[in-house]
């Protein structure tokens, strides 16, 4: 059967699971709009978690980033699986005992505070949004280059299925697609990856594969790769950082940042009970570490498979011709994604590190250079799997895709139709209105998602720096301090949040350029100019200390919060008794 | 609410307890092995490279779980243990 075929199958099929879904589980209330009723099973919310988690990002990139990277890009993996423990410990329980839709609302509330409610709005929004608008833009991606459409036509399909499912269930429909959404990405995730560790290590097992041994030469895996790209010209991939701090850092701004991202705090607003909300916690990261101890197996075996079908007699041999190569890489290159320049006119493929010198062996700089993207999608032909598996890839990168834009989607318009119309501006909204509000303003989001996934602002691409960045410096420590101690008062938190926010947005712009805009930046962006060697997007951890520290100062200096604030503390901390959703 | 003041702050303080204890754990796997102290573990080879690529690229994600169910079962228990359960 052709490939494009199998691809519409595999791909329709997963949209029609995902629309009877939709169908079934249609949302009567706001409460089921906005965590579903709360009566999602904790295992069920663990697999919605991972969908919900695992973006595009995650299911596309990951892999690109830790084979480009090596041992360096470890913080990726430790980063986004670490934050589940502080979200389980400091935050996820409490916040179900407190019994309300959104995360603004336990701002607004705990820190009796309208500002403290806007400020939080205004940084879920923004990192929200920025996080949207990459999942678009995959989608888009995995639609041009598997359905053959293009990029925007596949954005607006892609937008009109997630409509059907967000707009009619919301948190209720979004789910119950996400746990389906979940099985279809593993399964398009694992399957791949087994038949190439089989095919490198004999092991099924790609974690194992990892750290077993090459079966060609007989060496473990990892030193046959480190001495590939040591004979390329590149660094060892498994050398050490020589920033260590910086690294850190990085791994704390993504732990804290995890943890602090409303799309992720909310899906544990389903759990029935407290109890739940912490085995929930646990679940998701089981099913999250499905795929992200598979991650960098792909990763060290995809930079393999790409270097020996460049050199098949090994790279100190003659490397392949351009007119004998794979078909995939004809077919990427159609896709751009895969470019070749004959620098020195030999007709064969140089493909090394470009800023080495192998004058030597007549080589004249590296001719091919590749979108890291492409390590996930186009791994099923480097390895030379049968075309159902690749109709697989394309239905679980739109599965990532749709199921993290979906719950971006509903924070974004709970946080609008709930913290700003219900709570803000009309409070005598009816359930009723409110639940119009809420589709409403999920209609918005979508329609505003769409447009900026086709016309992608500058700040698109900077969503480590800027959701992260935004989540840990802001949201997380405000939601922890809120919890963990009755002295932080509103105007603590306020200047808190709004000191991290600003001094970690004023570090990015420095490097990144005001406002993402080209040619605005004050420093160049590189190791040599950073603070300390610390790197715009490691700066969130920084944001949070500097939070913590000026709340701290802030409630001290001013009087304590009155005696229902501490109540409402002491109330979150125990398990027992009504917590304060009861108006609802 | 809890009416018995006591029971109240001994439990918060169980919690805040397991809470520490669980962070120096999560500390050590990530920070600790997988990247401060990598190089004084790179005599112990694991799979043709040393035991702290191990950690910062499965190792660590093996111990968050544990250290998320240890967690909920020790503080589930405590709940009902203490009558504080919903």
Same mark, same amino acid.
Request: net charge neutral; charged share 15%.
């Given at each position: ?126 990192? @929200? ?48 697609? !996400?746990?389906? !959404? ?352 610390? @790197? ?18 802030? @409630? ?9 604030? !501490? ?18 | ?86």
């Amino acid at each position: 059967m052709d490939q494009f075929l199998i691809n519409v199958l595999f791909v329709g099929a997963s949209f029609a699971l995902y629309f009877g879904i939709a169908i079934w589980a249609r949302a009567g209330s706001t409460k089921e709009f906005y965590v579903a009723g709360g009566g999602v099973h904790p295992v069920a919310n663990g697999m919605a978690t991972a969908a919900d988690w695992m973006s595009a990002a995650s299911f596309i990139s990951m892999a690109g980033l830790l084979a480009a990277g090596g041992y360096a890009n470890s913080s990726f993996l430790m980063g986004w699986t670490g934050g589940y423990v502080l979200l389980a410990m400091l935050l996820a329980p409490y916040l179900r005992k407190f019994g309300k839709f959104t995360v603004p609302d336990f701002i607004g509330d705990r820190f009796y505070s309208k500002t403290a409610r806007l400020v939080a709005v205004a940084c879920l929004i923004v990192a @929200s949004v920025t996080y949207v608008i990459g999942q678009m833009a995959g989608a888009g991606i995995a639609f041009s280059r598997f359905l053959e459409v293009d990029k925007d036509t596949g954005l607006v399909i892609a937008s009109v299925v997630v409509f059907f499912y967000a707009v009619l269930g919301g948190m209720k429909g979004i789910t119950y697609t !996400q746990v389906a !959404q979940y099985v279809v990405l593993i399964i398009a995730y694992t399957i791949p990856a087994i038949f190439i560790s089989m095919e490198l290590t004999g092991n099924p097992i790609p974690a194992l594969g990892l750290f077993g041994d090459h079966v060609e030469s007989g060496m473990p895996l990892l030193a046959k790769l480190d001495q590939l790209v040591i004979d390329l010209g590149f660094a060892a991939y498994t050398a050490d950082v020589p920033n260590k701090l910086n690294m850190v850092l990085f791994t704390l701004t993504l732990m804290i940042g995890t943890a602090g991202l409303p799309h992720v705090i909310i899906r544990f607003f389903t759990v029935p009970k407290v109890a739940d909300a912490r085995w929930s916690a646990g679940w998701a990261l089981i099913f999250i570490a499905l795929l992200y101890l598979t991650a960098p197996a792909v990763a060290s075996m995809a930079r393999l498979n790409l270097i020996n079908t460049v050199y098949p007699n090994g790279v100190q041999a003659e490397s392949i011709k351009y007119d004998e190569r794979p078909d995939w890489m004809k077919t990427w290159e159609e896709t751009k994604l895969i470019t070749f320049e004959d620098k020195n006119g030999d007709g064969r493929i140089q493909f090394y590190n470009g800023k080495a010198d192998m004058s030597d062996r007549g080589w004249n700089g590296n001719e091919l250079t590749y979108n890291r993207d492409i390590l996930v999608l186009a791994n099923p032909e480097i390895a030379q799997l049968p075309g159902w598996v690749i109709g697989l890839i394309a239905a679980g990168g739109l599965a990532a895709a749709l199921s993290t834009a979906a719950g971006l989607l509903l924070a974004i318009s709970s946080a609008i139709s709930h913290d700003l119309i219900k709570k803000s501006i009309n409070p005598d909204i009816s359930e009723k209105g409110e639940l119009m509000a809420a589709r409403a303003s999920m209609t918005v989001a979508i329609t505003v998602a769409t447009y900026l996934g086709m016309n992608p602002p500058g700040f698109a691409a900077q969503v480590v720096a800027l959701a992260f960045g935004i989540a840990a410096a802001s949201i997380f420590p405000v939601l922890m301090m809120g919890i963990f101690s009755k002295r932080i008062n509103n105007k603590g938190a306020v200047a808190g949040m709004l000191s991290g926010l600003i001094i970690t947005l004023v570090y990015i712009f420095m490097y990144k350029g005001w406002f993402f805009i080209p040619g605005t930046a004050n420093l160049p962006d590189n190791p040599d100019n950073w603070i300390l060697g610390i @790197s715009p997007l490691s700066f969130g951890a920084i944001g949070a200390i500097i939070n913590f520290t000026v709340a701290f100062v802030v @409630s001290s200096a001013t009087e304590e919060p009155p005696q229902e604030i !501490q109540d409402l503390v002491e109330s979150v901390r125990y398990p027992k008794g009504a917590g304060a959703a009861v108006d609802h | 609410m809890v009416d018995d003041k006591s029971k109240a702050v001994a439990y918060w303080q169980a919690n805040v307890r397991l809470i520490i204890g669980s962070l120096v754990v999560w500390a050590i796997a990530s920070y600790g092995l997988g990247i401060l102290l990598r190089p004084m573990l790179a005599g112990i080879s694991v799979g043709g490279t040393d035991l702290g690529f191990w950690f910062a690229q499965q190792g660590s994600i093996l111990t968050f779980i544990g250290i998320i169910f240890h967690y909920a079962w020790r503080m589930n228990k405590l709940d009902r243990d203490m009558g504080l359960e919903e």
